[in-house]
């Protein structure tokens, strides 16, 4: 079957990524009919080569142009990322051949969250042995970035694994970890371009979050509000959804 991603293409057709028996895109109009002109009958399929592991697609972006990026992962050691033209058919400018490899062998960095920045710069986001906090920044082809941490990777032994990634209109970007004090709490942290910890956010750039009454929680999906607000959807046996205050220390129970 097909475990779907969807996204607005921009221009009112839906585009889901996701994984069967092979790695596949789908792109569909406005009345939810394959558009001809996307791949192969409106999709694209890419067969693997390690069909015996459940393959996921961890994240993805689509860009204004119709264009999209894909971070694939084939299997239980190796992650891509592919870029894909508005047809369908490998942007070949992009890496090698339309895609940039990163095997576990690398830092053994595992990187589930994407995110691209106002200036076309790709963050990815992920973990490190023992739970440590990555960051790779790559360049608009897929390149290392070099102005970005120390050769292109950010490693922080103080955060414990990144497992979301926002992007802010201003550049910046909020990613979501654990408190290494307490694994019971997770933790925001604010970033700038250049993959140094914002100052200027809450207690120089983390916001550890403690909401009263939760006890053991996690945070699987947040929205950053205009007005510098959070929105939290917490997965612990509360199950709530809660808002935080731009100062970080108010909370409103939706």
Not at 121 to 135: K, P
Not at 198 to 221: E, S
């Amino acid at each position: 079957g097909l475990k779907a991603r969807n996204r607005n293409d921009g221009h009112g057709n839906l585009l889901l990524v996701g994984v069967g028996g092979a790695i596949s895109s789908v792109k569909l109009d406005v009345n939810g009919f394959p558009l001809v002109d996307y791949g192969r009958f409106g999709a694209i399929t890419d067969t693997l080569t390690t069909p015996e592991y459940d393959v996921s697609c961890n994240e993805d972006h689509i860009y204004a142009d119709g264009s999209h990026l894909a971070l694939f992962q084939p299997t239980q050691y190796a992650i891509y990322l592919a870029k894909y033209k508005p047809d369908g058919s490998p942007d070949a400018a992009f890496g090698g051949n339309g895609r940039v490899d990163f095997p576990y062998g690398a830092a053994n960095a595992g990187y589930v969250e994407l995110g691209v920045l106002p200036s076309g710069r790709i963050v990815l986001g992920g973990e490190a042995s023992g739970n440590t906090f990555i960051l790779m920044g790559l360049l608009p082809d897929g390149s290392v970035d070099p102005s970005f941490g120390t050769n292109g990777i950010v490693v922080r032994n103080d955060l414990k694994g990144c497992t979301g990634l926002e992007v802010l209109p201003d550049g910046r970007f909020l990613c979501l970890t654990t408190d290494p004090l307490d694994l019971t709490h997770f933790a925001f942290a604010m970033f700038t371009a250049d993959g140094e910890l914002d100052p200027t956010f809450m207690d120089n750039g983390v916001l550890n979050v403690f909401p009263p009454g939760f006890g053991t929680h996690h945070c699987d999906h947040f929205q950053y509000m205009p007005d510098g607000r959070l929105l939290l959807a917490d997965a612990s046996l509360s199950e709530r959804i809660i808002r935080l205050t731009a100062d970080g220390i108010g909370v409103v129970d939706l």
